[in-house]
T-cell receptor
């Protein structure tokens, strides 16, 4: 079974802090994704990566950056957290083709005070 | 205009009935579609995917795709209380070549 894990289930940070969200997948998937999920807005793509050190902006990249130094790990970075970044963050991975099924991690609920 | 649209619900059906969940999309170039189930507080998990016009059945679930009318549906036969969840429709391809999610339909199966 594909396993996607995220470093924290719940996280509370203060405005202006730098925040790191980590995601690890164990099935040698090429593609990895970061989404945020908000009530009424659904899942929105922040960034994705189709290879090590490669990244592409999604629909809402502002205020975020990513890092993929190893194939199995994809990090989302909030350089200076703001209250409007309070959300559920979901990491996903897929095998190789962009149309392959995406497997999701358990999510990190981030609260920025 | 949202690219993938779903009625937010809640859709309430009695146990044992057929639940019908619908989704429309605006990008005519979209090629493949996915249905995810998301329990409250959990992450989405894939139920079915469909690429071709027509029906695709898997156990109690049937996905239907009509590209001419640009809609996708998910039928759940013999609905159970454990089916109560939010169902997310997602479409791939077309202009963005990214997976675009609808906002989901909340299904409540009443015992």
């Amino acid at each position: 079974d594909v396993k996607v894990t995220q470093s924290s289930r719940y996280l509370v940070k203060r405005t202006g802090e730098k925040v790191f969200l980590e995601c690890v997948q164990d099935m040698d998937h090429e593609n990895m994704f970061w989404y945020r999920q908000d009530p009424g807005l659904g899942l929105r793509l922040i960034y994705f990566s189709y290879d090590v050190k490669m990244k592409e902006k999604g629909d809402i990249p502002e205020g975020y950056s990513v890092s993929r130094e190893k194939k199995e790990r994809f990090s989302l970075i909030l350089e200076s957290a703001s209250t409007n970044q309070t959300s559920m963050y979901l990491c996903a991975s897929s095998l190789s083709n962009t149309q392959d099924e995406q497997f999701f991690g358990p999510g990190t609920r981030l609260t920025v005070l | 205009q949202k690219e993938v649209e779903q009625n937010s619900g809640p859709l309430s059906v009695p146990e044992g009935a057929i639940a019908s969940l619908n989704c429309t999309y605006s990008d005519r170039g979209s090629q493949s579609f996915f249905w995810y189930r998301q329990y409250s507080g959990k992450s989405p998990e894939l139920i079915m995917f469909i690429y071709s016009n027509g029906d695709k059945e898997d156990g109690r679930f049937t996905a239907q795709l009509n590209k001419a009318s640009q809609y996708v549906s998910l039928l759940i036969r013999d609905s159970q209380p454990s089916d109560s969840a939010t169902y997310l429709c997602a479409g791939y391809g077309g202009a963005t070549n990214k997976l675009i999610f609808g906002t989901g339909t909340l299904l409540a199966v009443q015992p």
